[in-house]
Nanobody, 120 residues
Framework: QVQVVESGGGLVQAGGSLRLSCAAS????????MGWYRQAPGKQRELVAV???????NYKDSVKGRFTISRDSAKNTAYLQMNNLKPEDTAVYHC??????????????WGQGTQVTVSS
């Protein structure tokens, strides 16, 4: 099994910053991609940012220039630095890891989520 745990959410005023962290543990052989998703009340879960094992990144248009995804491969950890936060960024943020386990099986694991609330 692969466990994923997020941390770093909270309440912040508009224009403020937060840094989310996400760590994976368990029978991990390799990680292909680390992604951050979010789900606001009454809305579907959406991709915010993703980083591949090769370091390529992709962002939702509305967060480009404000959010930065990074990773520490040695620690199986992903980060999401969020600057200039806006009320519309309010959501539960979930981390997702995709890769291969030590028994040669693929995994696609999600964390429980961390709440980010941006007040106006």
């Amino acid at each position: 099994q692969v466990q994923v745990v997020e941390s770093g959410g909270g309440l912040v005023q508009a224009g403020g910053s937060l840094r989310l962290s996400c760590a994976a543990s368990g029978s991990i052989f390799s990680i292909n991609a680390m992604g951050w998703y979010r789900q606001a009340p009454g809305k579907q879960r959406e991709l915010v940012a993703v980083i591949t094992s090769g370091g390529r990144t992709n962002y939702k248009d509305s967060v480009k220039g404000r959010f930065t995804i990074s990773r520490d491969s040695a620690k199986n950890t992903a980060y999401l630095q969020m600057n200039n936060l806006k009320p519309e960024d309010t959501a539960v943020y979930h981390c997702n890891f995709k890769g291969h386990r030590t028994n040669d099986r693929d995994f696609d694991s999600w964390g429980q989520g961390t709440q980010v609330t941006v007040s106006s």
